[in-house]
């Protein structure tokens, strides 16, 4: 089945630290590839995408890049803030018509000043 | 658009009663999604709908949950009767018509809290 495995956490750094946030994948076709973040209280909401492989999406200084050969879309940011304390969930759609989204079962970071 | 709005904010009731969480989404979106969260089980898949038909409910946990899709701007999750392991927050979110690389938009969540 389709599905995505992603590191599992909590995560705590301490500010300036760098983040990985490892994510696999498992999908029957060809999917695109996001990361979303959850602030506390809130619903979730698009962080980066990625439709294609070799293809990086950033936003706010994080990145993954979508790699086939590996099956894996591995966040990353180079130096974290207080405010990117967040819960990280990786995910996949399906492309085509039935618009089958699945989602990793999300990692909570904490970054310390 | 206000998104996709989700009713109540939060919930509590009472152990066996019947819960009823709403979801509007957002106008011209085909597909919605029902999610469950909890620290222990993280976001799991309910069950989605494309064009108000449920195409996999595989994740609706027993009987006791059903959700409807009557038509393109309302859904609804019933729990009945409800129990204390149903304590989650419920998110509803919706893709738009078009195919591929689209998002997912998400609702504020509905906190249930069954005592």
Redesign the interface.
């Known amino acids: 089945g389709n599905s995505v495995t992603q590191m599992e956490g909590p995560v705590t750094l301490s500010e300036e630290a760098f983040l990985t946030i490892n994510c696999t994948y498992t999908a029957t076709g060809y999917p695109?590839l996001?990361w979303?973040v959850q602030y506390p209280g809130?619903?979730?909401?698009?962080l980066l995408?990625a439709?294609k492989a070799d293809d990086k999406g950033s936003n706010k200084g994080f990145e993954a890049t979508y790699r086939k050969e590996t099956t894996s879309f591995h966040l990353e940011k180079g130096s974290v803030q207080v405010s990117d304390s967040a819960v990280y969930?990786c995910?996949l759609?399906l492309?085509?018509?039935?618009?089958?989204?699945?989602?990793?079962?999300?990692t909570r970071l904490t970054v310390k000043p | 658009d206000a998104g996709v709005i989700q009713s109540p904010r939060h919930e509590v009731t009472e152990m066996g009663q019947e819960v009823t969480l709403r979801c509007k989404p957002i106008s011209g979106h085909n597909s919605l999604f029902w999610y469950r969260q909890t620290m222990m089980r993280g976001l799991e898949l309910l069950i989605y709908f494309n064009n108000n038909v449920p195409i996999d409910d595989s994740g609706m946990p027993e009987d006791r949950f059903s959700a409807k899709m009557p038509n393109a701007s309302f859904s609804t999750l019933k729990i009945q009767p409800s129990e204390p392991r149903d304590s989650a927050v419920y998110f509803c979110a919706s893709i738009p018509s078009v195919a591929g690389s689209t998002e997912a938009f998400f609702g504020q969540g509905t906190r249930l809290t069954v005592v």
């Open positions: 695109s996001f979303y809130e619903g979730l909401q698009l995408k439709t969930f995910a759609k492309r085509g018509n039935n618009n089958d989204m699945r989602f990793g079962a999300g």
